[in-house]
């Protein structure tokens, strides 16, 4: 048997135990049993909030088409008076990918595209390494991350300063990290590719696009794909990451270049009104917004994922959504992460009518899993099986902390004895390659400077390590973690070229002298 034979097999029965399981369960859950579950989650939510699991956090919860709770607990922002309310409008991080996922239904809905347009038809431009999967690619490869393009490709253009339109020319130039259709790759740029070029036989920018198909026919007005919007807003939360063990808001994060995968911000009451559209298959307020049958092509699992990390479910991805195997049925949800400081979490149990959202100002925290999970208990059993919360956390502390950790064993002293570097001319110069661009590398009072993106968008001071090996400290939210900047020497005595760590994740980050 083939392995796509096995997998569609497997999805098969997945959904017929599910479906079995789903049926018992929505004709066993009420609305009574979901409001008694309300006051217990209130007092979780309130307990993170008072011990400093997250500065701040904001619930929504819908049954039965009826927003049944909207609340917010904590601090905007960590060492200032003002409170978190069910308006405080949170960045959502990737919990933008299933509201953009929504959008691009309301497109297919309308006939402009459908979840098999292929990319070479909406955006010719857009072009990946292989000839192949370029003229193949369709929004669903891209809004399932099965392309074959890495994940992180691109995220180091934009952490650099490039722009929406650069980052996506530059991606041609990535080798696939699998063949076309045959693996998961968790890609932001990919994703905003697919979305952008579904917008594009409209004519209008995709934050437009999103405003008259989703946020204004929902009554969503502090809802935005933009950073600029979500800066107007007055009631908003800020990023807050732990330093020195407390919760501090010292980075911002402007997420324009990836808007559709990561660049939403929004509050509970508007994201409220999301979930009742979702839960109602394309229907609001009882008349069909958007078809149900391309609303629910988004939630169609097509990539297996193995198991959740923490309850053990079996899970899938599908466009812009996981769909989900649970104990409690089938259900569907997304978080999002910005390392700077955002955590946030949808789930969605579809033949229940019940949902719930959790936004929250911090990172690492597993609050909002920990806290969706445990209202899931409280409404369909009437207790919490666990506690949630910790193993979450302790999913979203692995991230950061074993890598972070080896990087800091591997630089924390230089070899004894380090060889000296050579006169700081020999490094100085101007280096290029097609993906990151320029880096030019200077000497400043006897110091090496780093800088790299459009117009020297960043700069990183440079120490000396050993001989030719250079460190710096390339991301803001972790001044500590040493990021390696290699020279190698030609025969002339000086650098012929520039390995960059931190913009080497796709093999792309050594550059050559270029004078």
Not at 11 to 18: E, I, K, N, Q, Y
Not at 353 to 373: K, Q, R, S, W, Y
Request: aromatic share 8%; proline share 6%; charged share 20%.
């Amino acid at each position: 048997m083939s392995c796509s034979r096995r997998l569609s097999l497997l999805m098969l029965l997945s959904f017929a135990v599910a479906t079995t399981s789903v049926k018992s369960e929505a004709q066993t859950l009420t609305r009574d049993k979901v409001t008694s579950a309300l006051p217990a989650l209130e007092a979780l939510a309130q307990r993170e909030v008072d011990t400093k699991g997250v500065p701040g956090l904001a619930i929504a919860v819908v049954y039965g088409d009826e927003v049944v709770y909207l609340k917010g607990f904590g601090l905007r922002e960590a060492g200032k008076p003002d409170l978190v309310t069910a308006d405080t409008v949170f960045q959502i991080a990737s919990l933008s990918k299933p509201v953009s996922s929504t959008i691009v239904a309301a497109l297919v809905s309308d006939g402009v595209v459908n979840w098999d347009s292929r990319i070479a038809d909406l955006d010719p431009a857009f072009q990946l390494l292989d000839a192949y999967p370029t003229a193949q690619l369709t929004v669903r490869d891209l809004l399932s991350h099965r392309s074959g393009l890495p994940g992180v490709a691109g995220n180091e253009l934009e952490d650099i300063g490039y722009g929406r339109p650069e980052v996506l020319r530059r991606l041609r130039l990535v080798s696939p990290s699998s063949s076309f259709r045959a693996g998961y790759s968790y890609s932001n740029a990919g994703f905003t590719e697919g979305a952008v070029a579904a917008a594009k036989p409209t004519g209008k920018a995709w934050e437009q696009v999103a405003q008259e198909k989703l946020y204004r026919p929902l009554g969503m007005p502090s809802t935005t794909s933009t950073h600029a919007d979500f800066l107007s807003r007055g009631n908003r939360a800020e990023l807050h990451a732990r330093i020195d063990a407390a919760w501090s808001a010292k980075v911002k994060r402007d997420p324009d270049m990836q808007a559709p995968a990561g660049g939403v911000s929004a509050n509970v009451r508007d994201l409220a009104q999301w979930m009742r559209l979702e839960l109602a298959h394309g229907a609001y307020n009882g008349k069909p917004m958007i078809a149900s049958a391309a609303l629910d092509g988004a939630h169609i699992p097509l990539v297996a994922l193995g198991a959740n990390p923490v309850s053990g479910d079996s899970y899938f991805y599908g466009q812009g959504w996981n769909t989900e195997f649970t104990r409690h049925g089938l259900a569907w949800g997304h978080a999002g992460a910005f390392s700077v400081g955002a955590r946030t979490m949808v789930k969605l149990y579809p033949k229940s009518n019940l949902g719930i959202v959790v936004l929250a100002n911090a990172f690492p925290t597993g609050v909002p899993e920990g806290l969706a999970d445990s209202f899931a208990d409280l409404a369909f059993d009437g207790k919490v099986a666990q506690d949630w919360v910790k193993p979450w956390n302790g999913v979203f502390e692995g991230l950061f902390a074993p890598p972070i950790a080896a990087a800091k064993a591997t630089y924390a002293a230089a070899p004894a004895p380090a060889a000296p570097a050579l006169a700081l001319a020999a490094y100085t110069g101007r280096y290029a390659n097609g993906y990151i661009g320029e880096a030019v590398v200077k000497d400043r009072n006897g110091v090496l400077t780093l800088t790299v993106g459009p117009g020297g968008a960043r700069s990183y001071p440079l120490r000396h390590f050993d001989r030719d090996l250079f460190l710096c400290a390339a991301s803001p939210e972790t001044p500590d973690l040493p990021s390696a900047v290699q020279f190698e020497i030609g025969p002339n005595g000086k650098a012929s070229a520039i390995t960059i760590d931190f913009l080497n994740e796709v093999g792309l980050g050594t550059l050559k002298r270029a004078e």
